[in-house]
């Protein structure tokens, strides 16, 4: 099965032998999970908040990507955002500091946001600050430390916990492409 969410948000994870967690990705309203999966999801799913998905069989799938081509294309423009996303991802975890990829990983959702039509300087948290800690392969204490000294410089404005608004993009940015220090 593919699953499309239609409300809310899920955490997808893997659970390593000695019990600790990576999580591997965010999903949102609109996106596909278990796109690029073989006959097994390899991955756990938690959902972050009350949240409605689609079940579609892939033989369904396959057979509305027939009749309709153009679906076939927006699941080619869904995979190739994943797979860019996780090499950005990649790339975010194993070279850039803890300050750089907290930075990345907001303007990571702005870039979303963006790309659905919504405020791209209005973030959302649905998921804690231990679940954006396993994403980046960061504590949770440097996750909220980094916030702070981001709050601190008036880059971001933290309005609730789970409600961020950036103020300042371009210091932000040059922040991820370690140009500049908070």
């Keep these: 099965h593919v699953y499309r969410i239609e409300s809310g948000a899920v955490c997808l994870y893997k659970i390593m032998p ?6 591997l990705d965010f999903a949102f309203a609109g996106d596909f999970i278990g796109l690029g999966s ?7 799913a938690q959902t972050l908040e009350p949240t409605r998905l689609k079940c579609l069989p892939v033989a369904t799938l396959a057979r509305m990507v027939d009749r ?17 996303a996780t090499q950005d991802h990649l790339f975010t975890v194993g070279q ?12 990571a959702l702005s870039a979303r946001n963006e790309r659905q039509g919504q405020d791209a300087l209005t973030l959302v948290l649905p998921m804690t600050r ?5 994403f980046l392969g960061l504590t949770i204490e ?17 309005e609730q ?9 371009i210091k932000l940015e040059r922040i991820a492409r370690g140009e500049a220090s908070v």
Excluded: M, W
Aim: charged share 30%; with cysteine; proline share 1%.
């Design 96 to 107: 850039r500091s803890a300050v750089e990829r907290v930075a990345c990983f907001l303007l």
């Design 161 to 169: 916990c789970t409600l961020l608004r950036l103020i300042d993009t």
């Design 130 to 134: 231990s679940d954006i800690a396993d």
């Design 142 to 158: 440097t996750v909220s430390r980094t916030l702070t000294k981001f709050k601190a410089a008036k880059i971001i404005a933290l």
């Design 38 to 44: 073989q006959t097994e999801h390899v991955l756990n």
């Design 18 to 23: 000695d019990g600790r967690r990576q999580v």
């Design 68 to 84: 309709e081509p153009r679906l076939g294309i927006k699941l080619y423009e869904a995979i190739s955002r994943e797979l860019a």
